[in-house]
């Protein structure tokens, strides 16, 4: 077989040392000041110190290496943070920032080491030398203080040692080979599983043709469409073409990750030969009642690392669609831990179907394929996209209390004196910013309070690892947790955040770093993989989430043609009333019931009504509990409902009954998106109000952040995500296109030019409507769908 036609499998040096040189016990305990080197803070002191090296220093030098097999070729690749050339030989460096007191560190950690013996070899290999020094460079990131260890090799051992880490990798490289060349051949003969649905034929071709195109996708796609598998059956196409080789399916909620598992189901009945893993939560992955990985509290991470590779080959070999059941089958069975064996199992599958965390969090995203250096021909399908806006921003945002530095100065007096100092001179600074905000207040700068931080870190830091065990730890262990956060996401402050300090109604006062555009930072995952398709029932207007997504408004945009017969839905729109702040009182209140009554009572079925607020709901609850001869049943959402409140709540919807039966919940809470109630469970959706967010601190910054940009901060702060909650509300009623139903927009504002330019195109026919005619409405539309149906 000649050369170019090999199949190429690629792997990163740090993956590959990772993967192979780990032995041993799960341990969470340590804070492991010298293996978690810091993110944003890390990249910064490597570039400095590689500025101060002198002329033969060269910074950053990609290095890759081939090895060949009968079939197939490794390509190991990565980027030596250093060499230096000098006529008595080459010195590779590698430098790793961290926040641990370097006098605890007595030699390098084994895997760095290895990573600088890889870039070692790959340049005496290129370079025919006879051998290298590999050097590793620890920098203390507060102190800026620097320890060197520096070992002699030469190519026989640096060859000799490589040669043994590829070999224990080779099986799992054989393994990908034949899985990608049987996985290929099934795409080939792929087909579309059922008859293409109105508009869903031009939806595939256009995720096909901007994954081929390298290009970004936003999609709005009208419920019933079939969005999942219209996006998920071509990109498994162009995987197939060699565009991508792996999908990223990814989602906000729980309920959609049980769609995409559907959606390559039906595409393996119909011959397609991949894997996919479904992602899941710590703590719903976990053994024991609260997640402690450490060999002392679970017998499961004990040894871990030592039996973890041969539960990944068993799964791969017998499982197609690895669900979280399946992982905990199999981690009991290999006495593994599940979420880290779930992990390791995603570096062998095709899909990974995960929440969007474990790609945009700092915190969370999955280092194997997302930290710096490391980039892949990965494919990313954003289900339910305009959930991304609010989920970014917070993220990419970090919180700070003042009284949480009493708290852990109180916590830890007696162990620490250095540590109760620098805790005081923090609080201090908060207490002065304290004494100077009335309200909230937006910052300049908080330069001088970050020195004091960055000091506080380092001395946690060392505190952490000498207390390994002591009462409430878990307390200080999260205020760690929530310092190195603030010291990461200070990092990446620019014109895309704002600072502000805020004296909260229940007494606390906190700083916060508060993203207010989250593009760039999302972009810095994306522009990892190949390509991204957003798609939403609701992403409009689209260039708000072009703005907010992807910061391109030339960025691919498609809206999908809906399949649904309009005749089958009658949207009402309210002249006579409104959810104003200004109107709420008794008499409007009692309008909405009035509409609510005339509306449930009179066709027989079950009804959703979104109301504005919590306050609202209950409101309207005390009027109908008061209400005699109440033609319906009602049942109103609680505040704070658990998993299985939620389900016996969805349960009243499958009840036979005499009469209708109405819901009462909250617009934009839980009830509002991502529940499916098809086939006839629900016939309507009453929505009162416009769905604004409340007037409050951090709305009214984003108003201001969009206003100094010239764009309309009112449309971006409230119009838009109130409209999207409308739209998710109204979206409960048309599943499949055998649902039938009505939508009744209660809000006089609904018929302002400037809503209804926010309108899905399918809204375009409506009724406008008065109290005293709604209820003849209703009665007509229902009776022209049974003469129909007749």
Not at 547 to 571: C, H, I, M, T, W
Not at 772 to 790: H, P, Y
């Amino acid at each position: 077989m000649e050369n170019e036609e090999k199949k190429i499998l690629k792997i990163s040096v740090r993956n590959l040392v990772e993967f192979v040189l780990r032995s041993g016990d799960l341990d969470n305990r340590r804070t492991k000041g010298a293996e978690k080197t810091a993110m944003q803070e890390g990249s910064r002191i490597h570039r400095k110190i590689q500025r101060r090296m002198g002329a033969d220093y060269k910074a950053e030098v990609p290095l890759k290496h081939k090895v060949e097999e009968d079939r197939f070729q490794i390509l190991v690749e990565g980027r030596a943070d250093g060499i230096i050339e000098k006529p008595e030989g080459i010195t590779i460096d590698e430098i790793k920032g961290i926040y641990m007191d370097l006098s605890y560190l007595k030699e390098p950690v084994a895997v760095h080491l290895a990573q600088a013996m890889c870039y070692g070899y790959f340049y005496c290999f290129d370079h025919q030398l006879s051998g290298a020094v590999i050097q590793m460079t620890y920098c203390n990131i507060e102190t800026e203080e620097i320890r060197r260890f520096q070992v002699e090799k030469s190519f026989e051992e640096l060859e000799i040692w490589f040669q043994g880490l590829i070999h224990e990798y080779m099986k799992w490289a054989r393994y990908l080979y034949h899985h990608g060349l049987r996985r290929d051949e099934s795409i080939k003969e792929l087909s579309f599983p059922y008859p293409y649905r109105k508009g869903q034929k031009e939806l595939v071709v256009a995720v096909y043709r901007s994954i081929a195109r390298k290009r970004n996708l936003f999609i709005q796609a009208p419920t019933g469409i079939g969005k999942t598998l219209s996006t998920v059956y071509p990109a498994v196409k162009a995987m197939g073409e060699g565009f991508g080789d792996k999908l990223f399916y990814l989602t906000a909620k729980t309920i959609t990750r049980g769609v995409a598992e559907e959606a390559f189901d039906i595409l393996r009945e119909q011959g397609l030969y991949m894997k996919a893993v479904t992602i899941t939560a710590k703590d719903k992955l976990c053994f024991l009642e609260k997640p402690e990985c450490n060999p002392d509290a679970c017998p499961y991470a004990k040894g871990h690392f030592d039996r973890v590779g041969d539960g990944v080959y068993d799964i791969l070999h017998k499982e197609w669609s690895i669900t979280r059941e399946t992982v905990l089958r199999y981690a009991e069975q290999h006495q593994v831990c599940p979420f880290e064996f779930c992990l390791d199992i995603s570096n062998w599958v095709d899909a990974i179907i995960c929440d969007y965390n474990y790609v945009f969090d700092p915190n969370i995203r999955l280092k194997r394929y997302f930290s710096e250096g490391v980039s892949g021909d990965y494919l990313f399908l954003v289900d339910e996209a305009h959930n991304l806006v609010p989920r970014a921003r917070e993220m990419y945002s970090t919180t700070i209390y003042k009284e949480d530095f009493l708290l852990i100065k109180k916590l830890t007096a007696s162990m620490d004196q250095k540590l109760s100092k620098l805790l005081d001179r923090c609080n201090k600074e908060l207490l002065s910013m304290k004494r100077e905000c009335e309200s909230f207040q937006l910052l300049e700068n908080i330069q001088f309070f970050m020195t004091g931080i960055l000091s506080l870190f380092g001395e946690m830091e060392k505190f952490m690892e000498i207390n390994e065990e002591f009462p409430d730890r878990d307390l200080v262990l999260d205020f760690y947790f929530s310092l190195r956060d603030l010291i990461n996401i200070y990092d990446r402050l620019d014109e895309n955040y704002r600072i502000y300090i805020e004296l909260l109604a229940d007494g606390r006062f906190m700083l916060r770093l508060f993203c207010v555009n989250p593009a760039k930072n999302l972009r810095e995952c994306l522009d990892k993989g190949n390509g991204t398709v957003f798609f939403s029932a609701t992403l409009l207007p689209v260039r708000y989430y072009k703005e907010l997504l992807s910061g391109n408004q030339e960025e691919y945009a498609v809206y999908a043609q809906s399949p649904f017969d309009g005749k089958k839905r009658l949207l009402m729109v309210a002249s006579d009333v409104s959810s104003r702040y200004t109107r709420r009182n008794g008499r409007e209140y009692q309008k909405v019931v009035s509409y609510i009554r005339a509306i449930v009572s009179a066709h027989k079925g079950n009804y959703m009504v979104f109301l504005p607020s919590y306050q609202y709901l209950k409101e309207v609850e005390a009027l109908l509990e008061r209400t005699e001869k109440l033609e319906f049943t009602f049942l109103s959402q609680a505040s704070h409902m658990s998993e299985q409140e939620r389900e016996e709540f969805l349960k009243e919807f499958s009840e036979e009954r005499e009469d209708s039966f109405a819901a009462l919940c909250v617009m934009g809470g839980v009830f509002s998106e991502g529940i499916d109630l098809k086939e006839g469970r629900l016939i309507g959706a009453i929505i009162v109000g416009t769905g604004l967010p409340m007037v409050c601190t951090e709305q009214e910054i984003l108003k201001g952040y969009f206003d100094d940009k010239g764009q309309q901060g009112f449309d971006y702060a409230y119009q838009y995500p109130g409209m999207n909650k409308v739209m998710q509300a109204a979206g409960r009623v048309i599943r499949t296109v055998r649902d039938e139903g009505i939508i009744a927009l209660l809000d006089e504002r609904f018929l302002k030019p400037d809503y209804q330019a926010l309108f899905p195109r399918e809204w375009d026919e409506y009724y406008q409507v008065k109290l005293k005619n709604a209820g003849e409405v209703v009665r007509d539309f229902w009776e022209g769908r049974s003469a129909e149906g007749r």
